[in-house]
Structures are given as structure tokens and as C-alpha cells.
Nanobody
């Protein structure tokens, strides 16, 4: 079993920055994928960014060049640095871990981009 605890959401003006963090605990394999998804009201949950244990990354086209994902495998943490935020980035952001073929989700953290 894996537990995920997220932090870092909030309200920010357009063009601002936020940093999300997620700490994983429990039975974590050395080979896993950690990442972030988001869900806006009345929309489906979508991938934002993921990072594999080897360091390879994948981003949604809508966030490329603005968001950066990074992980500390020794601490089982993953971070999402979000710059130049736009109103359309407003959503609940969920931490996700794929570990031993099982998927785990955090409780979600709200990000609101508004003036």
C-alpha cells in the first residue's frame, strides 16, 4: 500500500507561480512513475506531467515550457513547479504513483488562477 500527501495549492494571479509537492510513503518500489493529473469542473481528469524513476518525463502540450516536474527518489517525493499560470490551469491537482502495476492517488489540492 502507498499513501500520498500533497501540498502547495492555492490562489494565484495569472502569470504567477506555484509549486506542488507530493510525498509518498509505504511499500514503494525502486521502479515507479510519479506524476500529476488535474481535473477542472465538468471536465475529465487529464495528465499534466509524469516522471519515471529513471528521470524521463512527459508533459501535456498545454503546460510545456511553463511547468517542470522533478523528483527526489531517495525521499519518494515529486514536485511540480508551475510558472506563468493561466486561468485555464485552474483545477484540482492530483498526485499519482504507478507502483508495482498499481495506481495510487492523492486527495487532491486546489489550484485557482484568477485576478
Amino acid at each position: 500500500q502507498v499513501q500520498l500527501v500533497e501540498s502547495g495549492g492555492g490562489l494565484v494571479q495569472p502569470g504567477g507561480s506555484l509549486r506542488l509537492s507530493c510525498a509518498a510513503s509505504g511499500s514503494i518500489s525502486s521502479l515507479n512513475i510519479m506524476g500529476w493529473y488535474r481535473q477542472a469542473p465538468e471536465k475529465q481528469r487529464e495528465l499534466v506531467a509524469i516522471i519515471a524513476s529513471g528521470g524521463s518525463t512527459r508533459y501535456a502540450d498545454s503546460v510545456k515550457g511553463r511547468f517542470t516536474i522533478a523528483r527526489d527518489s531517495a525521499k519518494n517525493t515529486v514536485h511540480l513547479q508551475m510558472n506563468n499560470l493561466k486561468p485555464e490551469d485552474t483545477a484540482v491537482y492530483y498526485c499519482n504513483v504507478l507502483n508495482n502495476l498499481q495506481t495510487y492517488w492523492g486527495q487532491g489540492t486546489q489550484v485557482t488562477v484568477s485576478s
